[in-house]
Structures are given as C-alpha cells and as structure tokens.
C-alpha cells in the first residue's frame, strides 16, 4: 500500500511545508508540520500529495515536482483526476506531451527532482 503524504505551498508566505495534519474550516486551511502552524485561506494554499515514488537520490516525488528524465527530457509531475493516475508533462517541447508516470519509473533508473513549480517557476520555461 503507498504511503499517504502531503505537502503544501502557501502563496501568502511563499513557503513549502511538510504536512502532518490538515484541518479544514469554511475557507481556512489548517497545516501542521514539524517546524510549522499554519492558518491559511485555502485559496492561497497548494496542496501536493506524495507519488508513492521516489527519484535517484532517494528524495520522494510530489505533485508538481520537476524532474529531469535519464534521456534528457525535462517534466513536471501533474495528476489525472479523469484517471486517477500520475503523467509527467514534458516541459521542453513547443507542443503538448505526456508521458506516463509509471511506465518512467519502470523503465527509467535516472529519474531527479530538480525543484518543483513554486520555488522553481524558472524551471518551466521552454528550451530550445
């Protein structure tokens, strides 16, 4: 069974948690970390759970993480809600490409966070 995990970025404070415990009231978002009480509306928060995977260096892969591929290509971890499943968006292509999350984990040993969308938006910009 995959472990359940999330973490969270809060726009309002531009800061990523861990999550130990959430608590939802009206439109406040309760987050409780180790290091972090956070109150929060629940617009300005993200949300990101855990894929169950884990990249090369042993880091745990979230929603929205960006990683690079053993063949060079550049992705951004997304979840299907159609299907219930992870795809990685490719991010260094002109057109719209996604590749199933599974099928890399499977077949690809080099997998590697580089960052994720929040702290990193510079990552999503596309190369040439």
């Known amino acids: 069974m995959r472990e359940i995990k999330f973490r969270a970025w809060s726009s309002g404070r531009k800061e990523m948690a861990e999550v130990e415990s959430i608590h939802f009231k009206g ?47 550049f992705g951004i971890v997304q979840y299907n809600n159609l299907n219930c499943n992870y795809y990685i968006q490719l991010i260094n292509y002109h057109f719209n490409v996604a590749i199933d999350f599974k099928k890399v984990f499977s077949y690809q040993s080099k997998v590697e966070i580089i960052g994720n969308k929040y702290e990193n938006p510079e990552l999503l910009e596309v190369t040439e």
């Open 27 to 73: 439109n406040a978002v309760y987050l409780i970390s180790k290091y972090l009480r956070l109150v929060a509306n629940l617009d300005e928060t993200e949300l990101m759970q855990f894929t169950g995977q884990k990249d090369m260096n042993g880091k745990e892969v979230f929603e929205e993480d960006i990683l690079k591929l053993e063949n060079g290509d």
